[in-house]
Every structure is written in C-alpha cells, then in structure tokens.
C-alpha cells in the first residue's frame, strides 16, 4: 500500500511552509520539485512521487494556506514573491538546481521561479496551466464563488460539487455521481491514498472559516496575476507542456499558445483527462515525465 508523505517544514518570512522530501540523503544532483495550483495541495503529486523517487529525490511543496502550510506572510503581494518564497525554502535546503514540475496555477509560479533563476530551474514541466493573462469571464466566474463561500463562511455540498466538476474529467465525474446516488459509503476510493471527487469536494465542505479567510486573501493573486507570456521568449529551458483533453479549467488552445510563446517547447495532450490528469491518468502521466526527464539527462 502506498505510504502517505511525510512533512518537514521550514521557516520562510516568519511562516512555517511545509514540503515533502522523499529522500534528503539522495544525491540526485537535480532534485525534481513540484508545486501544485489553487485548492490542492502537495499529496496531489503522491503517484508521481511513488514512480520517480527510486530513480530521483522528488520535493512536494504545500503553497501557502493549502495542505499544512501557514497562512501568506506579510508583505506577499503576487506571485513573484510566492516564487521568490519557494525559492528561499529550496536554497534553504542547499539545492542548487533543480527541474519543476507544476499544475494548474502552480505553473505561473513554476514560471516566475525561472525567470527569477533561470540558471537554478533546469528544466520544466507545466501541466494544464497558463501563464497568460487569466481571460476576463474565468476572473469573473471565479471571483462569485469566492464571494459566495467567503460570506457563507463556508462551502456548502453544492458549491463543492461544483468546483469538482471543473476539476475533474466528465467519466470521473459520472462515477462521483453514480457513487453518491447510491449512498455507497464503502467505496474503494478510501482503500488508498489517490485524490478523488468525492475527496475533493469533502475537502471543500471541511473547510473552516479561518481556512476560507485565508484562500480569500490569496484568491486574488491567482486570478489577477501578470501576463508571463510576454516574458515568455526568457524561458530558454527545456520545457513540457501537458494538458488534459477534458479540462474544464483551462483549454488545449492555451496550452498551443504557451508551446508557440515558449521556444523549444513541447506540447502532450492527455485524453479521458481533465485539471488533475496527473491523479486521472497517472501512469500516462508519469511516462511523460520520464520520457522528458531521460530525453534531457543532468548535466
């Protein structure tokens, strides 16, 4: 049976942020770290981890106000200082360099910590992400659901449904579905440690009001972040780009448009997948990773 993660922590701007370490001992001299987007957090990457760390020390960072994390500290206006953040905690462990491998809006932090240090990231993969500019009517969408969780102090069953829905590939869905006509409590789902809807939206629905007021707080910096494709021409490391083809969230046409702005760039779909196809598909997933990881050995 798949053994959880276990969580260090490190003190970044006065706040305690929490990562996984699969191995500090290893000497993999380009650890792999991932960074995960808005809702999730670190044991996202749990499969990914489970296929690479006999091979690779793997590093799985909780953002701020998600997993076990301490809320944002003072003074952290954007992304960039979130990038800067995880960059401070990854120097703290005496790292280097190393190859990110983010999701959904973790990939414009993956993004500014390149172009931070361009010479620490060697090498990047961005999955069902974009660093553009986020469109006008997702901002909108977006921003009515925090506002109605935010004054409800809570996230009710249907909200939570909801948002899962955008999450997750349509036959996913239908399963969740399927699953809580039936009341069935019994579910495999809970025979192992993989992220599912009806995990998910329990999440949502467990949130507390201190959780929901710090999410609000950040909320913003996610949806209202700068325009990175214009910087784009700076990303001079190898770099992969996955999208699943039922994403809710993003559109395989932002993932062209990232491969056309970001040279030298390759672009995966990945079908009967949607925001999370590395939970969905993991093993077409992680022979992405590996194929890409072996396509641009250290060095």
């Not at 491998?101 to 999955?127: Q, R």
């Not at 559109?251 to 995966?268: F, H, N, P, R």
Request: aromatic share 8%.
């Amino acid at each position: 049976m798949t053994k959880p993660l276990h969580y260090l922590t490190a003190t970044i701007d006065g706040q305690s942020m929490y990562y996984s370490d699969s191995d500090k001992h290893n000497t993999d001299s380009q650890p792999i770290v991932f960074i995960h987007g808005f809702l999730t957090d670190s044991s996202m990457w749990q499969a990914q981890i489970d296929a690479l760390k006999s091979q690779h020390r793997c590093i799985a960072i909780d953002l701020w106000s998600h997993g076990q994390s301490d809320p944002m500290p003072k003074g952290t206006t954007s992304l960039v200082t979130i990038a800067e953040q995880c960059l401070s905690l990854l120097s703290s462990l005496g790292l280097n360099q190393f190859r990110l491998v983010a999701n959904g809006s973790g990939c414009a932090i993956a993004a500014e910590m390149a172009l931070i240090s361009p010479t620490s990231v060697t090498k990047m993969v961005m999955a069902n992400g974009f660093i553009g500019f986020e469109p006008q009517v997702n901002c909108i969408k977006y921003q009515q659901w925090i506002d109605q969780i935010s004054q409800q102090q809570s996230c009710s069953k249907e909200m939570a449904d909801l948002i899962t829905e955008q999450y997750f590939a349509n036959l996913a869905i239908e399963s969740h579905n399927n699953k809580a006509s039936h009341s069935d409590n019994s579910s495999d789902a809970n025979t192992n440690n993989s992220l599912t809807p009806e995990r998910f939206s329990q999440a949502l629905q467990n949130l507390s009001p201190n959780n929901i007021a710090e999410l609000v707080l950040m909320a913003p910096l996610f949806l209202y972040k700068r325009d990175t494709l214009e910087l784009a021409e700076q990303l001079t490391l190898p770099c992969l780009i996955l999208v699943g083809e039922q994403n809710k969230l993003r559109t395989v046409l932002e993932a062209y448009l990232m491969q056309d702005c970001i040279t030298g760039s390759t672009l995966k779909q990945l079908t009967a997948a949607g925001h999370l196809a590395n939970v969905e598909q993991a093993a077409m997933f992680n022979q992405h990773l590996i194929n890409f990881f072996e396509s641009y050995p250290n060095g």
